[in-house]
């Protein structure tokens, strides 16, 4: 009786993956590599996720699940809290920082609110023209900004749909672009093969991104030919609008091994954007379990099988401890990369 229940939930997370892959492939004979705007919304955001592989649609639990896949927001971290705060700084390349902060908080019955906020800092650059190449003396900057309110809520004890309403917004010196876009979740719990998990996502499906700004205003002569005409007239250039990177996710975690003081976990993902060719990230996970505390060690691969990215390796680890009825965490992400520097990140958690 139980499993006529989820069959109609099943078939349309089956189909919501089968037109997803459709819209994908479609895409992708399009060949849009490198053409979509806001490239840091598909940034690894966080280091659970990061160090996994980002093979984390069906892993995401808590707080930094409004980053991967808002269904996890309702899902209980270590079968017992469903509330949580979590931060995140990222050392990106050529000292890029990338800082995010997520809350979830439980409503209703089983439901969950979160709230969202990730922003790319690129630092402070100085003003260079063709006549002064050395610099004006002025400085510039440039930030990426997303603001996401989710929601997320089973529809049955083993099924969890979520989504998020959130605005991207893109600046650098006087010029900026903004739209709203929208993820979808979905995650379901089975009994078989240790609780296996499989869940899909769509990211960023939104509107288009234009950069305006004081810097498109000209003065433009209508008829040069003829003296005595007016050469200011204001004049707006017109700036090219670019997609999000859309992006379909379907993933699955499979705790291989379960002990009294030891879990193994291995997860892989499906991935196809908008911006590249389909590829599969994968990680696993060893929990140890010290009384109230647990240890995690990580490893993912990430980007199989495509040959544009300068890293595939990522490694971390994990510590989270309760005091009463609350979890603390921290997580450490570390991503080499051969020619330019490595990447590393740090988390700090709190479920409630």
Do not use: C
């Amino acid at each position: 009786m139980r499993n006529r229940r989820l069959l109609p939930y099943i078939q349309r997370l089956v189909l919501a993956v089968l037109l997803g892959g459709s819209l994908a492939g479609q895409v992708v004979a399009q060949s849009r590599v490198g053409t979509t705007a806001a490239p840091f919304l598909i940034l690894g955001t966080g280091a659970r996720g990061s160090a996994l592989g980002h093979a984390y649609t069906a892993v995401a639990t808590g707080a930094d699940a409004l980053f991967w896949n808002p269904a996890g927001a309702a899902r209980l971290y270590d079968g017992e809290n469903r509330g949580a705060v979590f931060f995140t700084h990222t050392r990106w390349l050529a000292d890029i920082n990338y800082n995010a902060f997520g809350l979830v908080v439980p409503v209703l019955t089983a439901g969950a609110v979160g709230l969202s906020l990730a922003q790319v800092d690129y630092g402070r650059m100085e003003v260079r023209t063709v006549d002064l190449p050395e610099g004006t003396g002025e400085t510039f900057g440039a930030t990426d900004l997303v603001i996401g309110l989710s929601y997320a809520q089973p529809l049955t004890n083993t099924f969890y749909i979520g989504g998020t309403v959130k605005y991207v917004r893109q600046q650098i010196y006087d010029m900026s672009a903004h739209t709203v876009a929208i993820d979808i979740g979905f995650v379901l719990e089975t009994q078989y093969l240790n609780g296996l998990r499989l869940a899909a996502s769509i990211m960023n499906f939104g509107g288009e991104m234009r950069m305006q700004g004081v810097n498109t205003r000209v003065f433009v002569d209508l008829d040069p030919t003829h003296s005595g005409s007016n050469d200011r007239l204001p004049a707006q250039l017109e700036t090219n609008s670019w997609d999000l990177p859309l992006s379909f996710k379907f993933g699955v975690a499979w705790p291989v091994l379960r002990a009294d003081q030891m879990e193994m976990a291995f997860y892989a993902d499906a991935h196809q954007p908008t911006d590249n060719n389909l590829n599969a990230d994968f990680g696993t996970e060893v929990r140890f379990m010290l009384g109230g505390m647990n240890l995690d060690l990580r490893a993912g691969y990430k980007d199989f099988p495509l040959q544009n990215a300068y890293s595939h390796l990522t490694l971390g680890g994990g510590l989270d401890m309760r005091v009463g009825a609350v979890r603390f965490g921290a997580d450490f992400g570390y991503i080499p990369f051969e020619l330019l520097g490595n990447v590393t990140m740090l988390d700090l958690r709190l479920y409630f």
